[in-house]
């Protein structure tokens, strides 16, 4: 067995050498995934810290110091995953370290300015998680145990980072999310105020979708593309659709195409396929095999 | 950047100060989120030593130990969790401390006593597991790998709680299970005798669904509410199914309202969206763009 | 309360005594379910270092040492863990514990002798995921954060010792992937090169589903069998479907039975629900309640 | 075995509940030492954050976030451990627990207050220890790595709270250094600025023992008592030595007893065992088994 | 460096390998100090577990399960270590696994048997600290805070284990009470009741000394050998000091020699250096170069 | 309490500042004592893995890569420690990061070749220590429980690092076996061939210190300076004795001054203080007040 175990740990240690030699898409990063999930925790105990932080008592100055603690330590830790991660970025792979470093810190500096405009986005989500769930007690049970609300939280951090076009961060946060949640939102979508998802695992939010105010979203709900047939020749186009304002799509339900757009106000059944536009104000909903779209009677 | 992170430390840490000052339902709360995951974690190494507390010799002294431990420990800590929670408690939020702590020993003790139940109703379970999945090779299998077994678990135990009128932390628990399974069960859900859900992933149970003995389901199954448009005054009517003795639903069929019964011994095939009455003994499947309800011949 | 402690306590040990000493299918089992993800653990870190190990110098001699270090571990903790297992192989269940550790070291040294194998397969996983998701910025992207690529890594590993007929251990090792990316693949599925799996949450890929070279699966979709209604008797028996070369099957779509055979180079639509063969190049979507089946023009 | 260990555990668990039973003297204390051990920790790092809690950049607001949340924190932990230990004072052993609680913390509050006091007093026992020690190559190493350095610091922060008459506490803290140092200083001991222990395993200095400014000791030094025959009637008196300023005592040198006096600027030799005073300005030694006292030309 | 860490790494490896084969008598054991030690963590705990265990609540069923739980615990591990010791047992090292694991059961049993014992033992040395130390408030404040009453609760339980002639295990419990608290006690020593050791640092106890009841020591007493010239010829032989009762030996003082006897009541002042017997109520003091034998008048 | 806290908190960080700023010999450094004790574990843990790694087959391959795990560790902590350490070399405290790390790397390279010898080395002192001590039953005790092996092992461990002049990590290293032994060897140290202390506690060797070939010490030795009344003004200058081959020194016997030198062979008593020179093959001891120095007939 022992000769086994050298021969297997040589093969593929040379393999993994060789991956990494020749070609610069292959094992040459260096970046943290623990620490960057650590970023993370430290975010969300800044953003509600009597929730994520098990902070008792929220009006004291050790509550300050713990936050201030948090977020000096994100600001150095993101600091370093950023520049590393600007190796992947076209306009920086091949600059020195300084002039990443450099460029790292002016990121991390406007994100740090954006978190307390995020906690008003959160505030406001978290306020429609209420009106919208007759099943929600209190505020508070929202930011504990709603599964969307913490999707959403990362989409808000990570999609800040994603607009500074920073490589890979956002996606790793945003797949840490979406294993703790089964919600799959990408960092690149955008997603208007007073946004809230119940139950979420299945729902799926693609790259280059657009989503307006006080839009709601059930269970398994995709919002895709048609045919990635294209492959990597489709990078950059939108590929996925525009959902306007005070839309409510109900569980299951897929609307596919980056030239799908659902107009404000209208409500979409469970288990609809859509793949063109509605007009505003539709309800839209299977009948003998075909979707049956009528304006809505509220 | 040292001034960035004072500042923004400053904003959200008086913003934090603020909402909790100003409402009663923003960040006044002490919950202790990792305290009742641990809680969770010493139940089901109670209910299924060999299993989750990696005992060895399960005819031992030394386990019985074990066992004591952990339920002190569950005893002390869910005592201490609950009396945080009643603050929350219609009844039980303008009293002083030692009227809460005198009711969750209370309930607390009624939880401890109802312990060797939950064993029993798990172990119809697991039979019911082994009953129903060709690819069950042992009582053990089950126990060990199967989430929806590990969402009925937490069920059960977070169902007492919930009927006990326990604030919020029912929900904690299974919120917990429903990110390590992407089973979501609400506490409030009333589930019958050898109940079994397989691969499990998607589905959704309701607060007011009723289950009856011996229902199986598939992954993505939604027993769900129709609308939610009436928001927070829905609160408390029942909106979700009633679902019959021996019925099995297939996977990602939705059964939607709160008037709409199954009847015992139905079986719904895949991706069916239902949202009135079927009688008993009926099997129901898409055909030609609507629902095919036929008399099952088994 | 301490009396209640105490009684219930008593009650549950006696009652897991006793299921103890009156079957051999409850709690006789002494697997380690930590062990077995550490063991996971130590292998994708083995088969990724810079994605999952966090080594920072690929190139180097260090690395060689953690390596091997690693997979020292994995033999010696895997061996004890299948030796364990055995106890309920119908083969080695009346061996003595020599024959059970000799048979254990037998399948531990072929499950090593395979990892350079799974490396290269893993490679054109990667590869796949690459060429198939304009969303994608790199092979790097793909390793650190497509649960579907983490899926099928544990599915692959897992599937060797499924057929060496290891009980138990590959379920632990696809449930622990199934919890944390929503994917639920059997250890026993046959899955050619180059497959790909996008979101991945929902997907359900059963015991004796056999699936071709190139192939692209989107969340939500189901490999499933067409009735359970058999239980236990249906075991060993094919009961999910064939998936030819080339086949994509976008989101939600469930294909059923084990007669059913999807042919080379089909495109399956979101939301069908298949229960019969396919010929090759098909185009099937739905359409006005019925399943559309056209060749597809590329 | 398995009797063995339960008649073992019945036995031992009755004696210790018949001595928490029969007597205030036996086991009714709760004390946590570890949080004990924690508060010197942290108290430690706040008084020197860049050797005792890895603080890279001194001149950062992260630091004073960081000195600022383990400042909150040992006022918490001190709180409630001081409450605790007032069960033992004479005063408030029959008090409630709320008088309790305000007198503890109107101790940590004076505590506290003294800090900075104690960090200039440390700052003269560090020059101290780089004039006295030609081995001393920089302030950084005293504080790094001089077990004397240590002891003296502990003692400074016990010595407050000794004064402020806390029971066990202080005793709990200075045995901690001297695990870590072999040097026992007890609380009690009133000690000069400029304190200098060299090597330092061995030293003792007794309860009672007043010690000068700018006093060095060697290893193996003992300020001790005459004779212990009194036991506990002897509490309370002086029974060690007095030593005046800039006085130097070498190693193993022993001096005892409550009466005993050392004069300003004395230099005493190794292994001398003096139990009567001497005169300022004197150097003694062994010589012809007697004790050598002249006038020390300098 | 890769090539340095490669070479350095071989030659080492190679040299250990070589003395493994080469010797019984070098790196063929296979002890585990960490487990030792947690073995005598776990007794400390059961013997005083208001102090050792931070049990908060002595008089209740969690307490004793807590208790059952470590003694388990110990047990367990205890075996496995006793049986790895046995290697080097004279009787034992060509016996089998099996008969050396027969004969750790029964050693373990012994020591189990002896545990209450051994705290009505350490209760009297509690009593004997209280009497004999003016500095003491209260029996907790020696449990809590005397080094020399861990050494002797470690050396009685290792003195157990020695008697038993168990190999290694002694020696390394007794040497990590020797790093903790200074004291260094040979498991082979006899000690009588109500044992005493005030400060402790230095106090040496060899392996052949015998000591009577109420025997009180200070820092720095050597009990030792005269001369160590014979080597491994007086192996077995007594080589340290017979010590009577009621005796008391102040800091520093030296009693050497297999043949020295210091009767009963004799009173040794600090720094003496004997080297044959002393009558019984002998006081013993230098004076003038010499040893001044006088009776003690009381 | 609350701005206590915050007042306490800014006074001691505004001192620390200002400690920073206004001095090269305050708080500027930014050593990692845990770094470095961890950079020791890993030694000790290649040395003698079956002692401080608990590996459990040393004669495997699995070892060698834990080995070499562990070295590459060593070379990568030590390498940042000693640069960082080298701000207080005076020839690098001027130059850039990049020539400290090439003086770091060139150090650490010399040191991991000296790491064979040094296992020679320590298995001579083992040996010694077998031969020397009748209580000794085979290496492996040495290995595992001597305090005196485990301070020798470090000392040459730290004396290599000593000549190549690395500023501080020497003593960080020494001090950390000071506090676990109680014995105090300076690195500065120069110790023969198959050295051994035994019991070790007070032991100290001061900086200067010249030790022959197999020479023995006990508990309690001081080979120290006279006179410390110079201070800084004697750093560099020979102040500690010179002992030669074959000397014995028992028990707290003290030899002091950096112009006495033992000759070989020499006995010298317990308790004896030597401050001059003695020629060889005498034995030392006390008699009527004066040091006896007769010829020693073995």
Do not use: W
């Amino acid at each position: 067995m022992e000769e086994k175990i050298q021969g297997v740990t040589n093969d593929i240690f040379a393999d993994v050498v060789e991956s990494h030699s020749a070609s610069k898409l292959f094992e040459h990063l260096q970046l943290d995934r623990d620490a960057i999930i650590g970023i993370l925790d430290n975010l969300v105990a800044i953003l509600f810290p009597a929730h994520f932080a098990n902070e008792k008592t929220p009006g004291t100055y050790s509550l300050k110091y713990e936050m201030g603690t948090r977020l000096s330590n994100v600001v150095n830790c993101l600091t370093d995953q950023v520049m590393v991660s600007l190796q992947q970025h076209p306009d920086y792979c091949n600059k020195n370290d300084e002039m990443r470093r450099d460029h790292a810190e002016a990121i991390v500096g406007i994100f740090v300015d954006s978190l307390p405009e995020i906690r008003q986005l959160l505030k406001k989500d978290i306020q429609a998680g209420y009106d919208g769930d007759p099943a929600a007690t209190s505020f508070d049970e929202i930011i504990f145990s709603y599964p969307g609300f913490y999707a959403i939280m990362v989409n808000r951090i990570a999609h800040v980072l994603y607009k500074l076009e920073v490589p890979m961060i956002p996606r790793i946060m945003t797949e840490h999310a979406h294993s703790r949640t089964g919600v799959d939102i990408h960092p690149g979508a955008q997603i208007g105020e007073y946004f809230f998802i119940d139950h979420g695992t299945g729902v799926v939010i693609g790259e280059t979708t657009i989503i307006g105010d006080r839009v709601k979203l059930y269970q398994g709900v995709t919002l895709g593309g048609l045919s990635t047939r294209g492959g990597q020749s489709l990078r950059g186009r939108r590929r996925h659709p525009t959902i306007g304002n005070d839309v409510t799509i109900y569980s299951n339900a897929s609307i596919l195409g980056g030239e799908t757009i659902i107009g404000d106000g209208c409500i979409i059944s469970g288990n609809c396929f859509i793949t063109s536009s509605v007009a505003p104000g539709m309800r839209v909903s299977n009948g003998k095999g075909e979707l049956q779209i009528i304006p809505d009677k509220k």
